[in-house]
């Protein structure tokens, strides 16, 4: 669903647009990181009932939901306030720091190596997604092109690792 919103997110809001459709904006952007957190907390579920736990995600665990925290602190308004908006203007980047963590974590033991392959690779997508986008503030090449197909992949990346999240283990 966060990928689903996110893209969403990014198709309506363009300048100029419509109050409604200001709204609808505004109610994605606290959703899209209020569902990464639940994403955050059903994939560090299942790494825990696969007994495959580490030190890598653990920590990605912190800081993908510390990101997430800050994602929806930044869409509420406090992101307005001048000491805070440079903070929560990189929450897409702890968030996806985090993502990458766990995925690898994922990846290197045995059970869930699809899972966290998809993980991983969703997590590459969204960060060359941030770091090309001309708003981001930390942005490294702005290439508007490039972070439209690159935010589009990362949406149906999510909206994959979503899916075999919830499938069960014995299924696949």
């Known amino acids: 669903m966060a990928g689903l919103c996110y893209g969403a997110a990014g198709y309506l809001d363009r300048p100029g647009i419509s109050g409604y459709t200001a709204a609808l904006v505004s109610v994605l952007s606290v959703a899209v990181p209020a569902l990464f957190l639940g994403g955050l907390l059903g994939l560090h579920s299942r790494l825990l ?3 495959q736990t580490s030190l890598a995600s653990g920590a990605g665990f912190v800081l993908g939901c510390f990101g997430a925290v800050l994602g929806i602190a930044g869409a509420l308004g406090s992101g307005r306030i001048p000491p805070y908006s440079e903070i929560t203007n990189w ?3 702890l968030l996806l720091a985090g993502v990458a963590l766990m995925g690898l974590a994922a990846s290197s033991k045995g059970g869930l190596r699809l899972l966290g392959a998809v993980v991983s690779i969703s997590a590459a997508l969204g960060l060359v997604s941030v770091l090309t986008d001309p708003a981001f503030s930390g942005v490294l090449v702005p290439v ?3 972070h439209v197909a690159f935010a589009a992949t990362f949406c ?11 499938v069960p283990h014995k299924n696949r």
């Open 91 to 93: 929450w897409w980047v």
């Open 49 to 51: 009932l696969a007994a």
């Open 144 to 146: 508007r092109s490039v």
């Open 156 to 166: 149906l990346s999510c909206v994959a690792w979503g899916s075999v999240l919830m």
